[in-house]
C-alpha cells in the first residue's frame, strides 16, 4: 500500500489555484492600507519613522481584522528587513531560539529581520523578557500585536524598549472602499440594495477581513434582483459581537454602563447594558455591578436606589433569563434617572484615610463602658453625657481620640434626599459649636 501512495505525485497548486479575497486583496504597498491613517499617515507615528529611516520596535494594539499582519508584513518591505512571523500561541522556547539563531545569521550576513509576534500577550513573563537582549543587540526589530491592552499584558521593561500604536476598527467608509476593491478585483457588483449592502458592511462589525469572508459568500450567490435586507438576514447568518468576558472589552463596555448611569442617561446605559448581555456577560455580575453603582455614585441622595438594586437582583434569581434580566433593566433605568450624590463615598474613603493615619489611638475615657471597678479607678465612663437626658437629645461631645480635632468627612449634597440630611448635619454642626464652646 504504501508503495502505491509513493508513485502518486503531490498535488502542486497551479497559477490558477483559487485563492481567499482577503489573500488577493491584500495591500502591497503601506499607501494601500485603508482606515489607519492615525498610525500610517505622513505626520503620523509610521510616517514619520520611514521618512527619517529610524523605525523602531512596535506594538500594534486593535481589534482583529483591522491589518495588523499586513502593516508588519509591508513595513518589512519597504525597510529592506527579513520577515519572520510567529504566533504566541504556538510557538515555544525551543522554537524561539531558533528564530533569534537564524536572525543571529542573517545579521552576520548584513541583513536584518522584523520578527512579527502576533497574539504577544500571550507570552509569559520569562518569555517576553527573552526578547530583550536581541531587540538591543539589532539582532531582531520587534513587531509585535494584541487586541489586549499592553499596559496590562506587556512587561513594562518590554513596553519601554517599543511604541505602542493603537489601529482602530474600520468604520462604514473604510469598510464601503474595502468593498467596492472587492467588487473590482470579483469583476461584478454584489447582489445588494443599498440597504442591505449597509447591512452587510454592518455585519462585520468593523472588521475587514470578516467583511472580505462575507462579499466573497454574497458574491457567489445567484439571484434575479438586487436582495433586501430582510433576504440577506435570512442567507447570513448575523456575526456575533466581538465581547471577551475577561479581555478588554469587559472593561471597556461596563465603565460604558457606570458612566451612563453617573451621568444620567437612561438611554445610554440601557445600550450599553444590553450590548453586554448580547456579548454573553453574567447577569449576575452585572446585577451586582448595578448595585454598586447604587451604592456608590447615589448614595444617600436616594436611599431606596440600593434596596430597588437588590429586589432586581434577587427578581432575576427567581425568574431566571431572559424575564429577569428586565429587572435588571428596570433597576438601570431607575439609577440612571435617581439623584446623584457620591457624598458618603468620598466621606467613607477620608474616614478610611484618618483611621489608617492615627492608627491605634484609642477612644476617649468618657465614651468607654466600665464594667469593673478597676475600670471605674482608671476613669473610663467619667464625664459621659447620655444624650437622652440632653437638650435637644443631644450632648454635642467629643467622640473622636483625645487631642485629635473633630473630622469632617460627610458632606451632603443639594440633590434628592441627601437635602433633608444636609440640613441635620448643618443644625448638629451648630449645637455641638455651642455647646462645646459653652
Same mark, same amino acid.
Request: with cysteine.
Given at each position: 500500500?504504501? /508503495?502505491?501512495? /509513493?508513485q502518486?505525485? @503531490?498535488?502542486?497548486?497551479?497559477?490558477?489555484?483559487? $485563492?481567499?479575497?482577503?489573500?488577493?486583496?491584500?495591500?502591497?504597498?503601506?499607501?494601500?492600507?485603508?482606515?489607519?491613517?492615525?498610525?500610517?499617515?505622513?505626520?503620523?507615528?509610521?510616517?514619520?519613522?520611514?521618512?527619517?529611516n529610524?523605525?523602531?520596535?512596535l506594538?500594534?494594539?486593535?481589534?482583529?481584522?483591522?491589518?495588523?499582519?499586513?502593516?508588519?508584513?509591508?513595513?518589512?518591505?519597504?525597510?529592506?528587513? !527579513?520577515?519572520?512571523?510567529?504566533?504566541?500561541?504556538?510557538?515555544?522556547?525551543?522554537e524561539?531560539?531558533?528564530?533569534?539563531?537564524?536572525?543571529?545569521?542573517?545579521?552576520?550576513?548584513?541583513?536584518?529581520?522584523?520578527?512579527?509576534?502576533?497574539?504577544?500577550?500571550?507570552?509569559?513573563?520569562?518569555?517576553?523578557?527573552?526578547f530583550l537582549?536581541?531587540?538591543?543587540?539589532?539582532?531582531?526589530?520587534?513587531?509585535?500585536?494584541?487586541?489586549?491592552?499592553?499596559?496590562?499584558?506587556?512587561?513594562?521593561?518590554?513596553?519601554?524598549r517599543?511604541?505602542?500604536?493603537v489601529?482602530?476598527?474600520?468604520?462604514?467608509?473604510?469598510?464601503?472602499?474595502?468593498?467596492?476593491?472587492a467588487?473590482?478585483e470579483?469583476?461584478?457588483?454584489?447582489?445588494?440594495?443599498?440597504?442591505?449592502?449597509?447591512?452587510?458592511?454592518?455585519?462585520?462589525?468593523?472588521?475587514?477581513?470578516?467583511?472580505?469572508?462575507?462579499?466573497?459568500q454574497?458574491a457567489?450567490?445567484?439571484? /434575479?434582483k438586487p436582495?433586501?435586507?430582510?433576504q440577506?438576514?435570512?442567507?447570513?447568518?448575523? $456575526?456575533?459581537?466581538?465581547y471577551?468576558?475577561?479581555?478588554?472589552?469587559h472593561y471597556?463596555?461596563?465603565?460604558?454602563?457606570?458612566?451612563?448611569?453617573r451621568?444620567?442617561?437612561?438611554?445610554a446605559?440601557?445600550?450599553?447594558?444590553?450590548?453586554?448581555?448580547?456579548?454573553?456577560?453574567?447577569? $449576575?455580575?452585572?446585577?451586582?455591578?448595578?448595585?454598586?453603582?447604587?451604592?456608590?455614585d447615589?448614595?444617600?441622595? /436616594?436611599?431606596?436606589?440600593?434596596? !430597588?438594586?437588590?429586589?432586581?437582583?434577587?427578581?432575576?434569581?427567581?425568574?431566571?433569563?431572559?424575564?429577569?434580566?428586565?429587572?435588571?433593566a428596570q433597576?438601570?433605568?431607575?439609577?440612571?434617572?435617581?439623584?446623584?450624590?457620591?457624598?458618603?463615598?468620598?466621606?467613607?474613603?477620608?474616614? $478610611?484615610?484618618?483611621?489608617?493615619?492615627t492608627?491605634?489611638?484609642p477612644p476617649?475615657?468618657?465614651?468607654?463602658?466600665?464594667?469593673?471597678?478597676?475600670?471605674?479607678?482608671?476613669?473610663y465612663?467619667?464625664?459621659?453625657?447620655?444624650? !437622652?437626658? @440632653?437638650?435637644?437629645?443631644?450632648s454635642?461631645?467629643?467622640?473622636?481620640?483625645?487631642?485629635?480635632?473633630?473630622?469632617?468627612?460627610?458632606?451632603?449634597?443639594?440633590?434628592?434626599?441627601?437635602?433633608?440630611?444636609?440640613?441635620?448635619?448643618?443644625?448638629?454642626?451648630?449645637?455641638? @459649636?455651642?455647646?462645646?464652646?459653652?
Amino acid at each position: 500500500m504504501a /508503495d502505491l501512495f /509513493d508513485q502518486i505525485p @503531490a498535488a502542486q497548486p497551479g497559477k490558477e489555484a483559487p $485563492r481567499p479575497l482577503a489573500d488577493r486583496l491584500r495591500p502591497r504597498k503601506l499607501a494601500q492600507v485603508i482606515g489607519q491613517e492615525q498610525v500610517l499617515g505622513p505626520d503620523a507615528p509610521l510616517g514619520v519613522m520611514l521618512a527619517s529611516n529610524s523605525l523602531g520596535s512596535l506594538i500594534f494594539w486593535g481589534p482583529p481584522g483591522v491589518g495588523k499582519t499586513t502593516i508588519a508584513r509591508l513595513l518589512a518591505d519597504e525597510t529592506d528587513l !527579513h520577515f519572520v512571523q510567529i504566533s504566541a500561541i504556538f510557538t515555544g522556547v525551543p522554537e524561539l531560539r531558533k528564530v533569534f539563531e537564524a536572525a543571529k545569521i542573517r545579521r552576520a550576513n548584513g541583513q536584518g529581520t522584523l520578527l512579527f509576534v502576533d497574539e504577544i500577550h500571550r507570552f509569559n513573563k520569562a518569555q517576553q523578557d527573552g526578547f530583550l537582549p536581541h531587540m538591543e543587540d539589532g539582532t531582531i526589530l520587534l513587531v509585535g500585536a494584541t487586541t489586549e491592552n499592553p499596559s496590562f499584558e506587556l512587561n513594562a521593561a518590554l513596553l519601554s524598549r517599543s511604541q505602542v500604536l493603537v489601529l482602530k476598527r474600520l468604520d462604514l467608509t473604510d469598510l464601503e472602499l474595502l468593498a467596492q476593491r472587492a467588487e473590482k478585483e470579483l469583476g461584478r457588483a454584489l447582489p445588494l440594495n443599498g440597504p442591505a449592502r449597509e447591512q452587510l458592511l454592518e455585519m462585520a462589525d468593523g472588521d475587514g477581513r470578516a467583511l472580505l469572508n462575507l462579499i466573497e459568500q454574497v458574491a457567489a450567490w445567484k439571484t /434575479d434582483k438586487p436582495l433586501a435586507p430582510d433576504q440577506l438576514a435570512t442567507r447570513l447568518m448575523k $456575526r456575533a459581537a466581538k465581547y471577551d468576558k475577561s479581555g478588554d472589552e469587559h472593561y471597556n463596555l461596563i465603565s460604558a454602563l457606570h458612566k451612563s448611569v453617573r451621568g444620567s442617561d437612561p438611554d445610554a446605559a440601557l445600550y450599553w447594558f444590553t450590548r453586554m448581555l448580547e456579548g454573553g456577560e453574567d447577569p $449576575r455580575y452585572l446585577a451586582r455591578r448595578v448595585t454598586r453603582m447604587a451604592v456608590e455614585d447615589i448614595g444617600l441622595a /436616594d436611599p431606596a436606589a440600593q434596596r !430597588h438594586c437588590l429586589d432586581a437582583w434577587a427578581t432575576y434569581e427567581r425568574l431566571g433569563s431572559p424575564e429577569g434580566e428586565l429587572a435588571l433593566a428596570q433597576a438601570v433605568i431607575y439609577l440612571a434617572l435617581a439623584p446623584k450624590s457620591n457624598a458618603a463615598y468620598v466621606a467613607y474613603k477620608q474616614a $478610611r484615610a484618618a483611621a489608617r493615619k492615627t492608627g491605634s489611638e484609642p477612644p476617649p475615657k468618657h465614651i468607654l463602658n466600665a464594667p469593673t471597678s478597676l475600670m471605674k479607678d482608671q476613669g473610663y465612663g467619667d464625664g459621659y453625657a447620655y444624650d !437622652h437626658d @440632653a437638650e435637644d437629645g443631644f450632648s454635642g461631645q467629643h467622640y473622636f481620640p483625645d487631642g485629635m480635632k473633630h473630622g469632617v468627612y460627610y458632606t451632603p449634597v443639594e440633590r434628592g434626599y441627601e437635602r433633608e440630611l444636609k440640613k441635620r448635619v448643618d443644625y448638629f454642626a451648630k449645637l455641638r @459649636a455651642k455647646r462645646q464652646g459653652g
